[in-house]
């Protein structure tokens, strides 16, 4: 049978795993103990108390990793984040007002900065997918008719009264 040479970080690292291991045990069936005894049950062991294992040998634990870590920061979602809904729910509440999708359109091409027509298809397509997860997901805007008006306007759930009809005084600011 061949012999088996450990470096002392291996066995300091061997010696603290079963260490807890053993401690982890204990409380275990120290628990099951408890628990019998509490339902009426007979133990016959008596419960064992943690015992400490000591070596004959005074190893010390390698410490690894940075000594002094920083605390790690809150993971970000992973994934596009939802620039465009923010854009959406700040410019309703900006103008306060129903406003259309080229409105919307028009103010994403201000608030980004881009003049020219090159990304007019890639904006518009954001904003539409975007109502429609603000709407049909986050329930925060609904789409409405107006009157007299040609198209469908996008409005904040608390312009809607209880028969989901648009307020009155939202009705009467539409340009």
Do not use: C
């Amino acid at each position: 049978m061949s012999s088996v040479n450990f470096s002392s970080a291996e066995l300091a690292d061997m010696l603290n795993y079963y260490q807890a291991q053993y401690t982890e045990a204990v409380a275990k069936v120290n628990h099951i103990q408890s628990m019998i005894k509490k339902l009426g049950g007979a133990v016959s062991a008596s419960p064992t108390s943690a015992v400490s294992v000591e070596t004959s040998e005074a190893i010390e634990p390698v410490a690894r990793g940075r000594k002094n870590a920083a605390t790690p920061r809150p993971k970000r979602k992973r994934g596009r984040q939802p620039i465009w809904s923010d854009m959406i729910l700040k410019s309703l509440k900006k103008f306060d007002r129903p406003l259309t999708y080229k409105d919307l359109i028009r103010e994403a091409k201000i608030q980004g900065g881009i003049t020219g027509t090159d990304k007019d298809a890639t904006i518009k397509a954001a904003v539409n997918q975007s109502v429609n997860r603000l709407k049909n997901f986050n329930k925060k805007i609904q789409s409405v008719k107006i009157d007299g008006k040609t198209g469908k306007y996008l409005v904040l759930n608390k312009w809607i009264d209880e028969s989901g009809n648009l307020i009155e005084e939202y009705g009467r600011r539409v340009s």
